[in-house]
């Protein structure tokens, strides 16, 4: 069989080289202009209760390094299941800010959102358990690297006042987490400003507002699809 002057046939190993190289490199770029990952526990009451939690009367709040930043186009690679339990899927909405938030007000809070995507907060439940039993924090279980996974970046503007985006997460093409904004126990800005009154938030950091109902464990070989309107990511797990 003649050869296309245009291909060129590549080993797999090289192949697989060459994608862990590609793979290196989107992450590196997702990071680059993200400063502190702020994370929302709770923020859906659904999601609470699923879990057996209480409802919460204002923001459940934590943080991931940007070490834990992978791309969604990147395969997701779950922690050791032998040593470290299920990794469960947690799909959110999230913001990327513009503009510095001090104690800042709802008008400050609406200018300085300068992006919007989705994203996974993969979470080592099993861990986590053990560790709140214990009256521990859960970095153990939740800041793993690869344990944010983001998509692209969205323009704002298409968003409107974020009271009604809608978003989904398919695993294998059913349907396991249909999330809604006029759920959140906390809005958007709202939340924003209430984050702002804790610690100061800085341009580039990233806000994961909290999951909806319905996360599960990831198995090896699932077929993920993030939905955000009419934009589609799709990733699988290894």
């Known amino acids: 069989m003649s050869q296309s002057p245009h291909m060129s046939l590549v080993s797999p190993l090289a192949a697989s080289v060459n994608k862990d190289e590609s793979d290196k490199s989107s992450n590196r770029t997702a990071r680059e202009s993200i400063g502190k990952i702020v994370c929302v526990g709770r923020n859906y009451a659904a999601h609470a209760r699923e879990l057996g939690n209480d409802v919460p009367t204002s923001p459940i709040l934590f943080m991931k390094p940007t070490s834990s930043i992978v791309s969604v186009g990147n395969d997701i690679v779950r922690p050791d299941p032998t040593r470290y339990g299920d990794t469960h899927y947690e799909a959110e909405l999230c913001i990327q800010l513009s503009a510095d938030l001090s104690n800042a007000n709802i008008e400050q809070a609406q200018q300085a959102i300068g992006g919007v995507t989705l994203g996974l907060d993969l979470t080592l439940r099993d861990l986590q358990s053990q560790l ?78 909290g999951t909806p109902s319905g996360v599960g464990i990831l198995h090896a070989g699932d077929q993920l699809k993030l939905v955000l309107g009419a934009h589609e990511w799709q990733a699988q797990v290894q």
């Open 132 to 209: 709140k039993d214990k009256g521990q924090p859960w970095e153990r279980a939740k800041c793993f690297d690869g344990a944010c996974v983001l998509a692209d970046w969205m323009d704002p503007q298409a968003f409107g006042d974020f009271s009604q985006v809608q978003y989904q997460l398919y695993i294998n093409s059913e349907l396991k987490q249909d999330g809604d904004s006029a759920l959140m126990l906390f809005p958007v800005y709202e939340l924003l400003v209430e984050i702002s009154h804790a610690f100061s938030l800085q341009a580039g950091d990233v806000i994961m507002t």
